[in-house]
T-cell receptor, first 116, second 108 residues
Framework: DAGVIQSPRHEVTEMGQEVTLRCKPISGHDYLFWYRQTMMRGLELLIY????????DSGMPEDRFSAKMPNASFSTLKIQPSEPRDSAVYFC??????????????FGSGTRLTVV | RKEVEQDPGPFNVPEGATVAFNCTYSNSASQSFFWYRQDCRKEPKLLMSVYSSGNEDGRFTAQLNRASQYISLLIRDSKLSDSATYLCVVGNFNKFYFGSGTKLNVKP
């Protein structure tokens, strides 16, 4: 089991550029979550999907952020245009079934985004 | 007010010490409680779930106090390898709130 795979591991981009973060969930998991972690705000849920359908995007900060899940094995989080305050670590997580935060819930290694 | 609040620390303790962290939450309807551990520049990983009656896993004991809306984590006989940030997590079905974490440094 390869776990949740995120790419890239690190991304440095200039303000105003488009950034795309990618996530491959664990095969068979039907829930996928995108989180953002900063020193100031901690770990925040941005959006989650069930069976590829977005269920709750109330955590998405603004229209510059969008997320898609075109199939069960791939999701993207896009920021356009990026701003320095978007600098954070973005985690993807997946789970099976009800999506409780227990042993069936796995985080990826994260993408460290720096916007300069 | 934040959904979940934790003392950021750091807690600096010697090996073998007992250390306890608390975490308060604002939503009295919360049903699920967890402690996660996060090492520097790594992803969070589940340490243990927290059950109403309290539960223990080796050197770790978690407690829930619904009346006062807090959960606690007790670490006995702390090891160097326990050095990490401990995240409190509270929520319900798919809506979970993470605390900002409490940093623990265990010194030789």
């Amino acid at each position: 089991d390869a776990g949740v795979i995120q790419s890239p591991r690190h991304e440095v981009t200039e303000m105003g550029q488009e950034v795309t973060l990618r996530c491959k969930p664990i095969s068979g998991h039907d829930y996928l979550f995108w989180y953002r972690q900063t020193m100031m705000r901690g770990l925040e849920l941005l959006i989650y999907f069930n069976n590829n359908v977005p269920i709750d995007d109330s955590g998405m900060p603004e229209d510059r952020f969008s997320a898609k899940m075109p199939n069960a094995s791939f999701s993207t989080l896009k920021i356009q245009p990026s701003e320095p305050r978007d600098s954070a670590v973005y985690f993807c997580a997946s789970s099976l079934g009800q999506g409780n935060l227990d042993y069936g819930y796995t985080f990826g290694s994260g993408t460290r985004l720096t916007v300069v | 007010r934040k959904e979940v609040e934790q003392d950021p620390g750091p807690f600096n303790v010697p090996e073998g010490a007992t250390v306890a962290f608390n975490c308060t939450y604002s939503n009295s309807a919360s049903q699920s409680f967890f402690w996660y551990r996060q090492d520097c520049r790594k992803e969070p990983k589940l340490l243990m779930s927290v059950y109403s009656s309290g539960n223990e896993d080796g050197r770790f004991t978690a407690q829930l106090n619904r009346a006062s809306q807090y959960i606690s984590l007790l670490i006995r006989d702390s090891k160097l390898s326990d050095s990490a940030t401990y995240l409190c997590v509270v929520g319900n079905f798919n809506k979970f709130y993470f605390g900002s974490g409490t940093k623990l440094n265990v010194k030789p």
